[in-house]
């Protein structure tokens, strides 16, 4: 998802809330600012449903769930509070049905574009690992079989790569992992933009 542009009325978390609710299309709020979000690719849209139904079949029966990109995940800061619309995320305590956002998540997979690239590495991630229950934090590429994962260690988050078909990111944390071949199935790669 990328986003459009920017509303120039500032506005509350809980008025937010109600507001988005209405729409019939997605925002992100960040610190009052309000964000549209515009469409993915068909190979985004194919990467986090594979995500998402690799993740469903192995969490059936299991404590801890997968959510897709319909979910808000809530970030708070003293300052403010931030909701984002993660591609699939995965939360071990339970939500009510009627929940509009989660803000436990143990796990969250972002699909990387082009346009969203910059966001989803720096100030998604920042945010993300701001979240006590987080553990782990999966960037998915479109141009390739490739994740960047980023892992809560005892000093902090730790950077790790998977690259390949072959490759699979282990889950331990939710006890399940991610196969790249059944993330990636089906899926026809984008290419990378030529530089400007």
Not at 42 to 70: F, W
Not at 140 to 152: D, G, H, K, T
Not at 156 to 169: D, M
Request: proline residues 7%; negative net charge; aromatic residues 8%.
């Amino acid at each position: 998802m990328t986003v459009e542009h920017a509303e120039s009325q500032l506005m509350n978390a809980e008025d937010y809330l109600v507001w988005e609710d209405e729409q019939e299309e997605r925002h992100e709020f960040v610190g009052g600012m309000i964000y549209a979000m515009s469409g993915g690719t068909s190979a985004h849209a194919a990467i986090a449903a594979n995500v998402l139904v690799a993740l469903g079949s192995q969490l059936r029966g299991k404590p801890c769930r997968p959510y897709g990109p319909d979910l808000k995940v809530r970030v708070q800061y003293p300052t403010h509070t931030r909701f984002y619309y993660p591609d699939v995320m995965v939360a071990c305590t339970p939500a009510p049905p009627n929940a509009l956002f989660h803000d436990q998540p143990v796990v969250i997979v972002e699909v990387a574009s082009p346009s969203t690239r910059r966001t989803d590495e720096l100030e998604k991630r920042d945010a993300y690992q701001t979240i006590s229950t987080l553990r782990v934090y999966v960037l998915l590429e479109q141009s390739e079989a490739a994740a960047v994962v980023w892992r809560r260690g005892a000093a902090g988050f730790v950077r790790e790569v998977y690259a390949g078909l072959a490759a699979v990111i282990a889950l331990p944390e939710i006890g399940a992992a991610l196969e790249l071949s059944q993330v990636y199935e089906a899926v026809t790669f984008l290419p990378e933009p030529a530089p400007e």
